[in-house]
């Protein structure tokens, strides 16, 4: 066995997950395409400079993940198209956002504590105003779990479809509402790491990262309306500016 590359010293996650990372990161990129059979574990020791049973625990990690397949007396092939799972663009204007949240599919989460509870909001959007509903779900893209989403709705506005806002995108509803103004829509972006919460409903480890988003829209007052907390795993996420838009 060959001493591990020193990079890899710099990091308290195990060793095998390391490498695994590494490896999703080469099919994402399409080095290792679709189908393609992957290198043998005597190229892959060479090249990581880890020892098999690292390599092993890597490929273990991503065939749990459907992402390769090993085959007894023929190697390992990728399992995974991986080069489209950055679908998401993350909107920069409230018109993109309505385009890429119409359509989706919801699973309505139970909330825990009480559902009417006052809005915190993490940034100073605007005023908070007296009475909010809070929803918590799943977002789904092709069957998919895409983002994990947190919503506190304006009461008044929620108590007029109740059954409408529970079970649809919100956004879309919110912009083609008469009786709705959006004066201002403001997000938020950081990008840290899943929980356990997180991890579990969207099929990705603890530790994995996470794009985090906080978003508003507020009214004429700047009164909050509308706040969302959503948390989409970031090999999902792409980002597309017009710098001299």
């Known amino acids: 066995m060959t001493n591990a590359t020193p990079v890899f010293q710099n990091s308290r996650v195990p060793l095998y997950l390391q490498v695994a990372k590494l490896m999703r990161h080469r099919i994402e990129n399409g080095e290792w395409p679709y189908g393609a059979q992957i290198p043998t574990l005597d190229e892959l020791e060479r090249e990581y400079k880890v020892s098999r049973i ?7 990690q991503l ?8 085959t ?30 119409s359509g989706l599919k919801i699973r309505l989460l139970t909330i825990d504590g009480d559902p009417a509870a006052p809005l915190t909001p993490a940034f100073a959007f605007g005023t908070v105003g007296p009475a909010y509903q809070r929803l918590r779900r799943v977002h789904y893209h092709k069957d998919e779990p ?7 709705l304006d009461r008044r506005i929620f108590d007029s479809d109740p059954e409408g806002f529970s079970n649809a995108p919100i956004v879309p509803q919110l912009a083609a509402r008469d009786d709705v103004k959006i004066a ?7 990008i840290t790491v899943s929980d356990e919460d997180t991890a579990t409903h969207l099929n990705i480890g603890v530790g994995d990262p996470i794009a985090d ?10 009164q909050i309306i509308y706040y969302a907390h959503i948390q989409y795993p970031a090999q999902m996420i792409q980002i597309e500016t017009d710098l001299l838009k």
Do not use: N
């Open 54 to 60: 690292t390599l092993r625990g890597a490929l273990d």
């Open 63 to 70: 065939e749990a993940l459907g992402i390769v397949r090993r």
């Open 72 to 101: 007894r007396g023929l190697g390992t092939f990728v399992a995974k198209d991986l080069s489209e799972q950055r679908w998401f663009k993350l909107p920069g204007t409230l018109e993109e956002l309505v385009a890429a949240v």
């Open 146 to 152: 895409y983002c994990l989403i947190e919503i506190y």
């Open 184 to 190: 201002h829509a403001k997000q938020v972006m950081r």
């Open 213 to 222: 988003v906080c978003r508003a829209f507020l009214d004429e007052a700047t």
